[in-house]
């Protein structure tokens, strides 16, 4: 899969998303980055955010599509994923302009800010960080510390 993901690297760049996807650390990670790319982008998965139930229902149908993963695969990565793409939280190194105004109540220049900030400088690390983005309001991070995640 990795050679595989690497030659297509290669002959087709227009088509990968706009910025690298780099997902957080954890048990899931690589097991997501291998089964969860052979019919979709990992856009696909981190541009949504979920319940552990809706999670658990949309992993089940996408075993039912054709995902290779055993059983205890399943709880592994649902469990991730609803930690890391959960429905309240915001992870703001991956989150799309949608999710970023409705997660973080931003305006949709905050937003796109927030975003061309990220494609130059590379992932935020921490609520600091994301404070240097022109052009935020750093009083809506603070509000909502709790629900973001790096
Ligand atoms: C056998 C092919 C296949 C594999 C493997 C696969 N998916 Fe999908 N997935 C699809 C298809 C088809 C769609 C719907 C169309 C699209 O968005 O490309 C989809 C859509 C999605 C969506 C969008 C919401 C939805 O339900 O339509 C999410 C989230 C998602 N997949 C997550 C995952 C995760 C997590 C994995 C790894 C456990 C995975 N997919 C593996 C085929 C697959």
């Known amino acids: 899969m990795r050679a595989l993901l690497f030659a297509s690297v290669l002959a087709l760049p227009a088509l990968l998303p706009a910025q690298d996807i780099v997902l957080p650390d954890g048990k899931a990670k690589t097991l997501i980055e291998n089964t969860c790319t052979e019919c ?3 856009d696909t998965v981190v541009s949504n955010t979920m319940s552990a139930d809706k999670w658990r229902s949309t ?3 996408m075993v039912k599509k054709g995902a290779t993963l055993s059983a205890a695969e399943i709880d592994t990565v649902v469990d991730y994923l609803s930690v ?3 429905e309240e939280k915001v992870n ?3 989150a799309g302009p949608q999710e970023l105004q409705d ?7 905050e937003a796109k800010a927030v975003l061309q900030y990220r494609k130059t400088n590379g992932a935020f690390k921490d609520l600091e960080g994301m404070k240097k983005v022109p052009g935020l309001d750093a009083k809506k ?3 909502k510390k709790d629900n973001i995640i790096f």
Do not use: I, P, R
């Open 103 to 109: 997660g973080l109540k931003l305006t949709a220049d």
């Open 40 to 42: 979709h982008g990992l």
């Open 84 to 86: 890391y793409f959960s």
């Open 92 to 94: 703001v190194n991956t």
């Open 59 to 61: 992993v089940n149908s």
């Open 141 to 143: 991070l603070d509000a």
